[in-house]
């Protein structure tokens, strides 16, 4: 198989399995038909569901089981079709914008019943590729929301996916360190704008289709194939209830491999398809992605080709599988309208058709060779806008180098704080331990210093009880030598009146 393969949502869309399938395709000239598969017959229940030539289509099934099928034409018109079974409803337009160029369209159920649709287009005005996010509930359309802008050609598809409490889930390419890497974001419904991006591992050279598959313990499970210098990968990563990512697996596989990595679960096991030319390689893994282990490879029939299968949730249990890409049958390319019809028709109605392919045959000539001059035309405005998708994305490499140099001065600016910051604490740690230091010195001193106040304190005491006994001693000398003086006086006034008496007796005797 050719591995440049088309837009993913330019693949034939198939429903049911076993015996009773349901194959949707795009023609050469973007008619939408409906094929049945009954009693090993293709049969054509309608060549142009959407009476509208298309440029891609998906689809996506309710808990009910039916078929919400969304198309997309040139012209930024986006049309709906519930339930295209039986008697083919007539097309919804749901959303109409000419200023739009639609380039890639993906939807997806979650419990609460609302179809919630994720498309990249191309402002024709602004020259730059944009996510726009779309919700609707039965006929009730909501205003869509532009998302994000996307860089270059990292914005060639894009897909939406829910877990099972309802939170919605992006996926797109993005341009990191001039590789492409898968962004993984959460989407605010009430706010309308995508989260923290998360950049799936694995740096790419080309462009890849992610699997993914949410399982009943609400554990998102995602593959895909990246390719990087001359060789190929097989990956695979889950992210658990809480939020947490884990169980990553990087394989390599042959550099032929188809980008895109089916996921199934069979019987409770986990499994890992990758195709390289007609060959099928298998990984499986019992313990939920945690240890892996390499099946048989096994041979595909020439005829296969990568489908979109879509199944209820009903029939998944049925079947114990799902997958978003599958390699089966369908009809085939040459198994035109005329020819199904005459294989159920009788023999006597056989010439009546011919003529009649005929005619028509005939009437449709100039509009076959006018839609020919119109896909040449295309082809050379392809040229023309790749052109400028080619300047642009110069003009984008150019601002990205500019924003990465500004990224490198606000790192290095980062740097610098950060070293500040260290240095500041450094500092501050140094002068707390030297605050703590002194802090414990004087407690030390102070307790010194009541150690000897209470000393002084005893002798002071101890002094003022020696000078209240030297008071007393004092006192009582003070008092003897009082009472010396006077008797030293009286012996004197005693001295003096002897000596007086005496003279006057000595005078009285002469």
């Given at each position: 198989?050719?591995t440049?393969?088309?837009?993913?949502?330019r693949l034939?869309?198939?429903?049911?399995?076993?015996?009773?399938?349901d194959?949707?395709?795009?023609?050469?000239?973007?008619?939408?038909?409906?094929w049945?598969?009954?009693?090993?017959?293709?049969?054509?229940?309608?060549?142009?569901?959407?009476?509208?030539?298309?440029?891609?289509?998906d689809?996506?099934?309710?808990?009910?089981?039916?078929?919400?099928l969304?198309?997309?034409?040139?012209?930024?018109n986006?049309?709906?079709?519930?339930?295209?079974?039986?008697?083919?409803?007539?097309?919804?337009?749901?959303?109409?914008?000419s200023?739009l160029k639609?380039?890639?369209?993906?939807?997806?159920?979650?419990?609460?019943k609302?179809?919630?649709?994720?498309?990249?287009?191309?402002?024709?005005?602004?020259?730059?590729?944009?996510?726009?996010?779309?919700r609707?509930?039965?006929?009730?359309?909501?205003?869509?929301?532009?998302?994000?802008?996307?860089?270059?050609t990292?914005?060639?598809?894009?897909w939406?996916?829910?877990?099972?409490?309802?939170?919605?889930?992006?996926?797109h390419?993005?341009?990191?360190?001039?590789?492409?890497?898968?962004?993984?974001?959460?989407?605010?419904?009430?706010?309308?704008?995508p989260?923290?991006?998360?950049?799936?591992?694995?740096?790419?050279d080309?462009l890849?289709?992610?699997?993914?598959?949410?399982?009943?313990?609400?554990?998102?499970?995602?593959?895909?194939?990246n390719?990087?210098?001359?060789?190929?990968?097989l990956?695979?990563?889950?992210?658990?209830?809480?939020?947490?990512?884990?169980?990553?697996?990087?394989?390599?596989?042959?550099?032929?491999?188809?980008?895109?990595?089916?996921?199934?679960?069979?019987?409770g096991?986990?499994?890992?398809?990758?195709?390289?030319?007609?060959?099928?390689?298998?990984?499986?893994?019992r313990?939920?992605?945690l240890?892996?282990?390499?099946?048989?490879d096994?041979?595909?029939?020439q005829?296969?080709?990568?489908?979109?299968?879509?199944?209820?949730?009903r029939?998944?249990?049925?079947?114990?599988?799902?997958?978003?890409?599958?390699?089966?049958r369908?009809?085939?390319?040459?198994?035109?309208?005329?020819?199904?019809?005459?294989?159920?028709?009788?023999?006597?109605?056989?010439?009546?058709?011919?003529?009649?392919?005929?005619?028509?045959?005939?009437l449709?000539?100039?509009?076959?060779?006018?839609?020919?001059?119109?896909?040449?035309?295309?082809?050379?405005?392809?040229q023309?806008?790749?052109?400028?998708e080619?300047?642009?994305s110069?003009?984008r490499?150019?601002?990205?180098?500019?924003i990465a140099?500004?990224?490198?001065?606000?790192?290095n600016?980062?740097?610098?704080?950060?070293?500040?910051?260290?240095?500041?604490?450094?500092?501050?740690?140094?002068?707390?331990?030297r605050?703590?230091?002194?802090k414990s010195?004087?407690?030390?001193?102070?307790?010194?210093?009541?150690?000897?106040?209470?000393?002084?304190?005893?002798?002071?005491?101890?002094?003022?009880?020696?000078?209240?006994?030297?008071?007393?001693?004092?006192?009582?000398?003070e008092?003897?030598?009082?009472?010396?003086?006077?008797?030293?006086?009286?012996?004197?006034?005693?001295?003096?009146?002897l000596?007086?008496?005496?003279?006057?007796?000595?005078?009285?005797?002469?």
């Amino acid at each position: 198989m050719n591995t440049l393969l088309p837009n993913p949502d330019r693949l034939p869309l198939v429903t049911g399995c076993g015996e009773e399938m349901d194959c949707y395709r795009l023609d050469l000239y973007g008619r939408l038909q409906c094929w049945q598969f009954k009693q090993d017959t293709w049969s054509l229940l309608a060549d142009n569901i959407f009476k509208e030539y298309l440029k891609g289509f998906d689809g996506a099934i309710d808990d009910r089981g039916a078929l919400h099928l969304l198309g997309y034409d040139a012209n930024g018109n986006i049309y709906l079709i519930i339930n295209p079974e039986g008697d083919m409803p007539e097309p919804h337009l749901i959303y109409r914008d000419s200023r739009l160029k639609l380039r890639h369209l993906s939807c997806c159920f979650e419990p609460l019943k609302q179809l919630h649709i994720l498309y990249l287009a191309v402002d024709k005005q602004k020259k730059m590729q944009q996510l726009y996010y779309l919700r609707c509930q039965g006929n009730k359309v909501e205003q869509p929301t532009c998302v994000d802008s996307l860089a270059g050609t990292a914005g060639s598809h894009c897909w939406i996916l829910s877990d099972l409490h309802g939170n919605i889930f992006m996926l797109h390419p993005m341009i990191d360190d001039d590789y492409m890497r898968l962004a993984f974001r959460k989407l605010d419904i009430g706010g309308d704008r995508p989260g923290r991006i998360f950049l799936l591992p694995g740096k790419q050279d080309g462009l890849c289709w992610p699997s993914y598959y949410c399982d009943d313990k609400n554990n998102i499970h995602i593959s895909w194939i990246n390719r990087h210098e001359g060789k190929a990968y097989l990956n695979y990563i889950q992210r658990d209830k809480t939020g947490n990512w884990q169980h990553y697996l990087q394989a390599e596989v042959p550099p032929q491999t188809l980008p895109v990595a089916p996921l199934s679960f069979i019987a409770g096991d986990l499994l890992l398809a990758f195709r390289w030319e007609n060959r099928l390689g298998l990984l499986y893994s019992r313990d939920g992605g945690l240890h892996w282990s390499r099946g048989k490879d096994e041979a595909l029939e020439q005829e296969s080709v990568l489908i979109r299968l879509r199944l209820s949730r009903r029939k998944r249990e049925e079947v114990c599988a799902t997958r978003d890409y599958f390699s089966c049958r369908v009809p085939p390319e040459h198994l035109s309208p005329r020819a199904t019809t005459n294989s159920v028709a009788g023999d006597e109605d056989n010439d009546y058709f011919s003529r009649e392919s005929q005619i028509l045959d005939v009437l449709s000539s100039y509009a076959f060779e006018r839609a020919r001059r119109m896909e040449e035309d295309r082809s050379s405005l392809e040229q023309k806008l790749q052109q400028k998708e080619k300047e642009l994305s110069d003009l984008r490499a150019r601002e990205q180098l500019r924003i990465a140099e500004l990224e490198q001065k606000i790192t290095n600016k980062t740097l610098q704080l950060d070293e500040a910051e260290l240095l500041f604490t450094e500092t501050l740690q140094k002068y707390q331990e030297r605050l703590e230091r002194e802090k414990s010195i004087l407690r030390e001193q102070i307790n010194l210093l009541r150690i000897d106040v209470r000393k002084l304190q005893g002798k002071k005491e101890k002094l003022l009880q020696d000078s209240i006994a030297m008071s007393q001693q004092i006192a009582i000398y003070e008092q003897k030598e009082r009472a010396e003086r006077i008797s030293e006086r009286q012996k004197e006034v005693k001295s003096n009146f002897l000596s007086n008496f005496v003279q006057r007796i000595n005078t009285v005797k002469r």
